[in-house]
């Protein structure tokens, strides 16, 4: 089976200019996540999706992120305009409803210079 | 929201000592905690985890204990190995449905051997 597939694995880009994330959950997980990790922390999460529904996205900053899961399986997240602090790995999971256990993809790590 | 605090953030043992990894929580609503393994560079990928209504699981060397009334719950590696080295993550989830991880900031385990 197939785990979580996220891509770029690696993204450098300069300050201002766009830049987007794709993941591929897991087949058959209705939740997936975006999950934002900076050196030596925790992921945190950014939005969660139930199906195509954004159910929270309270941390998400939305005056330069935005994301989406159309039909409800792939997700992209956007970042637009990037900002230096945006430096850091995006992190995408997936879970099966009532399960618990998140399974996350590879990540990718975005250098904002 | 729930905050979920880990300790310590750094832990330095020699293969074949036990290593304890300390969080609390503070929802007592949680219901779901699990604990995430990251190598440097790799994905979280999950180790173990416990729900509320077990005070304790074990599965080889590695076991976790939750008490729920101080809200708190800790992981116990056994007879550690150098393969043991990574980063550790606790999270409190409260899920029913769908489940929302809340991490800690992560240990760092240094097994030397």
């Known amino acids: 089976e197939a785990g979580v597939v996220q891509s770029p694995r690696y993204k450098i880009i300069e300050k201002k200019q766009p830049v987007a994330f794709w993941c591929n959950p897991i087949s058959g997980h209705n939740t997936l996540y975006w999950y934002l990790q900076n050196l030596g922390q925790g992921p945190e999460l950014l939005i969660r999706y139930e199906n195509e529904e954004a159910v929270d996205d309270s941390q998400l900053p939305k005056d330069r992120f935005s994301a989406e899961r159309l039909k409800g399986v792939d997700s992209t997240l956007k970042i637009q305009p990037a900002e230096l602090g945006d430096s850091a790995v995006y992190l995408c999971?997936?879970?099966?409803?009532?399960?618990?256990?998140?399974?996350f993809g590879q990540g990718t790590r975005l250098t904002v210079v | 929201g729930e905050n979920v605090e880990q300790h310590p953030s750094t832990l330095s043992v020699q293969e074949g000592d036990s290593a304890v990894i300390k969080c609390t929580y503070s929802d007592s609503a949680s219901n779901y905690f699990p604990w995430y393994k990251q190598e440097l560079g790799k994905r979280p990928q999950l180790i173990i985890d416990i729900r509320s209504n077990v005070g304790e699981k074990k599965d080889q060397r590695i076991a976790v204990t939750l008490n729920k009334t101080a809200k708190h719950f800790s992981l116990h590696i056994t007879e550690t190995q150098p393969e043991d080295s990574a980063v550790y993550f606790c999270?409190?989830?409260?899920?029913?449905?769908?489940?929302?991880?809340?991490f800690g900031r992560g240990t760092s385990l240094i097994v030397h051997p």
């Open positions: 999270a409190a989830s409260i899920g029913g449905g769908s489940y929302i991880p809340t």
């Open positions: 999971a997936s879970s099966q409803t009532g399960v618990g256990e998140a399974f």
